[in-house]
């Protein structure tokens, strides 16, 4: 990644908005706006990492060091149900963990305009103006 170490680029809570003056809400705003894209890699997901027990009665995963690590991507769906996806080769796992991290950038981002719109309205400001 190429990254822009400016301040921008920090997500700031809610309350390190509430303490900018409108006029720097709306350039994060214009700022955000102007970067935000859709990452085309993103997957909503939690990317975990787990070390298992097989079913194998005298293996040594019983008592000392257990299978793994496994790579897998786990999504919790509604009706406390799940869906998982075992990553095999380490080009999958690689791109299974930028997958997730791109949606949560992409995610914390989104909630950050939400936050600097919510203040806005607060304030009385129009919300369309960047
Ligand atoms: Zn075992």
């Given at each position: 990644m190429t990254g822009?170490?400016?301040?921008?680029?920090?997500i700031m809570?809610?309350?390190?908005?509430?303490?900018?003056?409108?006029?720097?809400?709306r350039q994060r705003k214009a700022h955000l706006l102007r970067t935000l894209t859709l990452p085309p890699e993103a997957i909503h997901a939690s990317f975990l990492e787990r070390f298992l027990q097989c079913g194998k009665p005298n293996c040594h995963c019983r008592t000392g060091e257990?299978?793994?690590?496994?790579?897998?991507?786990?999504?919790?769906?509604?009706?406390?149900?799940?869906?998982s996806l075992l990553l095999k080769e380490p080009?999958?796992?690689?791109?299974?963990?930028?997958?997730?991290?791109?949606?949560?950038?992409?995610?914390?981002?989104?909630?950050?305009?939400?936050?600097i719109n919510w203040?806005?309205?607060?304030?009385g400001e129009p919300l369309p103006a960047a």
């Open positions: 822009c170490f400016c301040y921008l680029t920090h809570s809610k309350r390190e908005l509430e303490r900018l003056s409108t006029l720097a809400l257990k299978h793994g690590p496994f790579y897998y991507l786990s999504r919790c769906l509604p009706k406390r149900q799940m869906r080009a999958q796992i690689a791109q299974g963990r930028q997958a997730v991290a791109a949606y949560q950038q992409l995610l914390e981002r989104l909630d950050e305009l939400s936050w203040e806005l309205l607060r304030r």
